[in-house]
């Protein structure tokens, strides 16, 4: 059902492109979310889930935001690393 929804929502979605005074005609969108959809946020979380999980160890962490996503691995020397 949820699935059915996101569909049905990302379904005849257009943009126009703006720059340097020009401004294009409306472009369809077929390959994701149009920017400041108010689902954005959590179809970017369900997306990047299994991404953001891999890190295991208790020095190990990693984090996601909008359109970025960082690990981080603590260790004493260079070495290590």
């Keep these: 059902m949820i699935v059915d929804f996101f569909r049905a929502l990302l379904k005849e979605q257009y943009t126009k492109l703006r720059f340097d005074g020009f401004l294009s005609e409306l472009v369809e969108i077929n390959n994701g979310i149009g920017q400041g959809?108010?689902?954005?946020?959590?179809?970017?979380?369900?997306?990047?889930?299994?991404?953001?999980?891999?890190?295991?160890?208790?020095?190990?962490?990693?984090?996601?935001?909008v359109d970025g996503t960082?690990?981080?691995?603590?260790?004493?020397t260079f070495e290590e690393m």
């Design 70 to 76: 960082f690990f981080m691995a603590v260790v004493v």
């Design 37 to 65: 959809e108010s689902a954005s946020m959590l179809l970017y979380l369900i997306y990047n889930h299994s991404l953001i999980s891999i890190p295991e160890g208790p020095q190990e962490n990693a984090g996601a935001h």
